[in-house]
């Protein structure tokens, strides 16, 4: 029900002329990685039906897993992981992350209403977080 990282994958294919389906790869993990506390069964049940992890005891292991699963496939078929990886975006400076924070919290004209999880100054750790972090390989 979270569609957050849907509206930042737009936000980044407009800012930087990248696919749709690169921006997208190029984030999810570490979107993931921020939010599936929220809905840890969830993730655990995507964990298991899509990406075959065997049951786990622990929704929190089966999840990361699960995860961990999904960046190895992106990178798999060649997608990038992360804002480092995308050569289309590579790692920004402090200015533009906070403009594509504010694109992804703040509503306009014709845009959805933003997730709980996009509030500016959440959002901005998250970003500024994820072009330095590496996703496991």
Same mark, same amino acid.
């Given at each position: 029900?979270?569609?957050?990282?849907?509206?930042?994958?737009?936000?980044?294919?407009?800012?930087?002329?990248?696919?749709?389906?690169?921006?997208?790869?190029?984030? #999810?993990?570490? #979107?993931?990685?921020?939010?599936?506390?929220?809905?840890?069964?969830?993730?655990?049940?995507?964990?298991?039906?899509?990406?075959?992890? /065997?049951?786990?005891?622990?929704?929190?292991?089966?999840?990361?897993?699960?995860?961990?699963?999904?960046?190895?496939?992106?990178?798999? /078929?060649?997608?990038?992981?992360?804002?480092?990886?995308?050569?289309?975006?590579?790692?920004?400076?402090?200015? /533009?992350?906070?403009?594509?924070?504010?694109?992804?919290?703040?509503?306009?004209?014709?845009?959805?209403?933003?997730?709980?999880? #996009?509030?500016?100054?959440?959002?901005?750790?998250?970003?500024?977080?994820?072009?330095?972090?590496?996703?496991?390989?």
């Amino acid at each position: 029900k979270d569609f957050a990282v849907h509206q930042l994958g737009h936000e980044l294919s407009a800012m930087f002329d990248t696919a749709h389906g690169a921006s997208l790869a190029t984030v #999810w993990g570490s #979107w993931a990685k921020t939010v599936y506390q929220q809905n840890r069964p969830a993730f655990a049940r995507f964990a298991e039906n899509v990406m075959g992890v /065997i049951a786990e005891a622990d929704d929190t292991k089966a999840a990361l897993s699960g995860i961990d699963k999904t960046v190895a496939f992106f990178r798999s /078929i060649g997608m990038p992981a992360s804002l480092e990886e995308n050569k289309d975006i590579g790692v920004q400076d402090d200015g /533009i992350l906070r403009d594509l924070a504010y694109r992804c919290t703040y509503t306009a004209p014709g845009r959805l209403e933003p997730s709980s999880f #996009w509030e500016k100054k959440r959002f901005t750790r998250f970003i500024k977080q994820q072009t330095t972090q590496k996703n496991s390989k």
